[in-house]
């Protein structure tokens, strides 16, 4: 197989993206596609301006950014943690490996019904939900990411005097599994954004609200936009974490 | 059985520096090593030779503390500096954290010892300085080469100004000419520090090099466990001693003790 240079390779990915563009505007033009049911990408822009012109799209826009921000927080916060420590404590390992098992295959959505119950239709009981799907990745990239930090590391720790529990996790475990449980908080950045609309369908202000409401009124263009939006958003956080995760991985070859 | 008859310091026995009597060795069941005596006077450079899977390294780790011995005792009297470390070691391969800078790794056995920030970075450069590597203090580990990293090793382990150092076949992984290079600055370094060494080798001739006396280690068989075949005392001079007449008798003697001539050999 024969390499792209760059700057080909980007030129074809713009052609194939306005491509695809192109023949949806013309099959919709042309009458290939019911006109009701899919919105002319055309429309889109002037959409989307009316929407940031209301007011709308900052609302929404923020209310899912709270969410998302105190879901992904708690959840990479404790599945960090809970990961960590099941790594390094045997016991504390076992006490609950069967609770992890049993609770893993559940999905988010599942907890919507008790989110509810316990929280009331809120963006607490969003965060909640948010905060249980990016908890599991967390935990089990971190948990095994601690695991395979090669041993020897641990007797040089001790070997210097560093044997105390704080000492080897600070200067040991920690930074030997930083790019396994930073791969981790990126997978759940993104696991974040999946859970985020699911979240406010069942009524919460957000995002996901405000695209129940569009379609409720066959309104495809604003559906269009806030898929796009949260396109946007998922990019942004995703570059802007790379930049943080580069710098703090600079010691790696 | 040897015992330490032939250790000249003996009778001086209240300033050792490491003691280690009638230890014995194992994992799960199985002795592999039993009754090693030692006694290391300050300042002094004790070799460990013997076939590879005596134990060697495992002594090591029993001597240093890192594992319990099974039987015996082992003793590092400890001194009443607060800004040094009884003991310290030189790992095999270099096992330098790469999420560290060179200096900083030099700086892990200074961490928790009375030094200020300051004081911890002059401790830091001053063995790298040894080692000649203090222009690469800033450097990332993994951007040294393998003998460089082997060296910010060594100056790591010096670093804490160790009472006694324990060297777990420093040398073997490298190329013959890095390896003799590295071995006349250690002979060079024992000047300038005042640690005793207890120096593990499968090499013979690079114990005789470097050693005042050779504890040899042998005679394990399937189910018998490995054990002391003797101490030699290097009677040669400190200086040119690859050159020495007595240098090849010596390793030869050394050789016919371990009951294999291929041991300089293996891996
Ligand atoms: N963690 C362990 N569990 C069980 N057996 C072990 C363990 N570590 C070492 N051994 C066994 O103990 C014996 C001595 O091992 P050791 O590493 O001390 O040998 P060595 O003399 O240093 O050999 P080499 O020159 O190859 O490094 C070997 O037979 C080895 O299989
Ligand atoms: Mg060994």
Redesign the interface.
């Known amino acids: 197989m024969s390499r792209l240079s760059r700057p080909r390779r980007l030129l074809i990915s713009a052609l194939g993206l306005a491509g695809f563009i192109a023949l949806w505007e013309v099959s919709l033009r042309a009458g290939l596609l019911p006109g009701n049911l899919v919105p002319l990408p055309s429309t889109i822009p002037g959409v989307f301006w009316a929407e940031i012109a209301d007011g709308i799209w900052f609302e929404v826009v923020r209310s899912s950014l709270s969410h998302y921000a105190v879901g992904v927080a708690i959840g990479s916060l404790l599945g960090i943690t809970v990961g960590v420590g099941a790594a390094l404590v045997p016991t504390f390992n076992a006490l609950h490996a069967w609770l992890a098992r049993l609770l893993r295959p559940i999905p988010p959505l599942a907890w919507i019904p008790f989110a509810i119950i316990w929280f009331g239709v809120n963006p607490t009981a969003a965060a909640f939900i948010i905060s249980i799907g990016v908890f599991w990745i967390n935990y089990f990239t971190s948990y095994s990411a601690v695991r395979s930090v090669d041993p ?2 641990d ?8 044997q105390r529990f704080v ?1 080897r996790l600070a ?2 475990s920690l ?2 599994a ?1 790019p396994g449980i930073l791969g981790g908080l990126r997978a759940g950045l993104g696991q974040g954004w999946m859970t985020v609309v699911a979240a406010e369908l069942f009524g919460i202000p957000g995002i996901g609200q405000r695209m129940m409401e569009a379609s409720g009124l066959l309104a495809t263009d604003i559906v269009v936009v806030y898929m796009l939006t949260i396109a946007g958003l998922y990019a942004l956080f995703d570059a802007l974490f790379m930049v943080v995760q580069r710098r703090m991985l ?4 | 059985m040897a015992t330490l008859s032939d250790t000249p310091l003996q009778d001086d026995a209240s300033s050792a520096v490491l003691r280690a009597q009638g230890v014995s060795l194992g994992f799960s069941g199985t002795t592999i090593l039993q009754g090693v005596d030692l006694e290391v006077q300050p300042r002094e450079f004790v070799a460990v030779v013997g076939a590879s899977g005596v134990g060697k390294s495992t002594l090591l780790r029993a001597l ?1 503390g ?1 594992i319990a011995p099974r039987r015996g005792e082992v003793e590092i009297p400890a001194g009443n500096s607060p800004d040094t ?1 009884a003991w ?2 030189v ?1 095999q ?1 270099p ?1 330098l ?5 060179v200096r900083a790794n030099v700086e ?2 200074l ?3 009375s030094l200020s920030r300051a004081q911890r970075r002059e401790r830091a450069l001053e063995p790298l300085a040894l080692v000649g590597l203090d222009d690469y203090a800033e450097r ?3 951007t040294l080469s393998g003998g460089q990293q082997q060296r910010v090793g060594i100056a ?1 382990a010096l670093a ?1 100004r160790p009472r006694v150092l324990f060297m777990d076949e420093p040398f073997s992984a490298l190329d013959a000419i890095t390896r003799r290079r590295l071995q006349n600055e250690l002979v060079d370094l024992r000047r300038r520090s005042d640690a005793a060494i207890v120096f593990v080798t499968h090499d013979i001739e690079e114990a005789v090099l470097l050693a005042d006396r050779v504890l040899v280690l042998g005679g394990g068989k399937d189910d018998t466990p490995a054990g002391m075949r003797d101490v030699i005392d290097v009677a040669l001079p400190k200086e040119e001693r690859r050159e020495h007449p007595g240098f090849a008798e010596c390793v030869q003697r050394i050789e016919g003790l371990i009951g294999t001539s291929a041991a300089n050999d293996a891996p």
């Open positions: 020897g590391y007797e040089v720790a001790i070997a210097f005097g560093q000492d200067k040991v930074p030997a930083a600079r010691w790696q070859p | 240093a890192l470390r310290s070691m790992f391969a096992r954290f790469p999420w560290r800078r892990l056995g961490e928790g010892l990332w580990p993994h790591r804490v």
